[in-house]
């Protein structure tokens, strides 16, 4: 009776660390950068440009999202910022706005805390039938205050959509 309970308690370990594991698979990562900010502050005229290159004809369906790292020094709950890609036509820009939430209604900073920053990821948009070629994502905050203190980085991944 104790090898039975032993084996099925082998077993069901065995299970629990395949479905742990296996949860933490990551997709293809095509692009994932962060660009650091001035610490004086983002103006608003000031645009973060991200360049990659999409080579693989394969997957051409990709995920963006947008990244931001935050100190306690940013006094809004919400970010708007402006982003244009030329991820649909190589030649032509489209702009989009995006909010990011920065804090709960009663004030506590959203996302993950790590070394004095707060890390928010929010996805943006999926593109499909992507082409092979050299894309750009531009950025830049539509807030009233400039220069904008407290956002230390933004940053952009992008995916193959599963």
């Known amino acids: 009776m104790l090898k039975v309970n ?3 308690r082998g077993i069901i370990i065995f299970v629990m660390l395949s479905v742990m594991a296996a949860s933490c698979v990551q997709r293809d990562v095509v692009f994932y950068k ?3 900010l001035n610490s004086k502050g983002w ?3 000031s645009y973060v440009n991200m360049y990659f290159f999409c080579n693989d004809s394969a997957y051409p369906d990709l995920d963006v999202s947008v990244e ?3 100190t306690s020094e940013y006094e809004y709950a919400n970010l708007w910022l402006e982003v244009l890609s030329n ?3 190589s030649t032509v ?4 706005t995006l909010e990011l939430r920065l804090a709960a209604d009663n004030g506590a900073r959203l996302g993950t805390l790590s070394t004095g920053l707060y ?3 929010s996805p943006f948009k999926e593109y499909h039938n992507v082409a092979p070629g050299k894309y750009n994502i531009r950025i830049r905050h539509l807030m009233s205050s400039s220069p904008l203190r407290g956002i230390r980085e ?3 991944k992008v995916e193959k959509a599963e």
Do not use: H, M, P, W
Not at 93 to 96: Q, R, V
């Open 93 to 96: 820009y489209e702009a989009d």
């Open 154 to 156: 933004v940053g952009v």
């Open 68 to 70: 931001l790292r935050s």
């Open 43 to 45: 103006d608003t005229c």
């Open 87 to 89: 991820i649909k036509d």
């Open 6 to 8: 032993t084996f099925f």
């Open 34 to 36: 962060y660009t650091e």
């Open 119 to 121: 890390t928010i990821s």
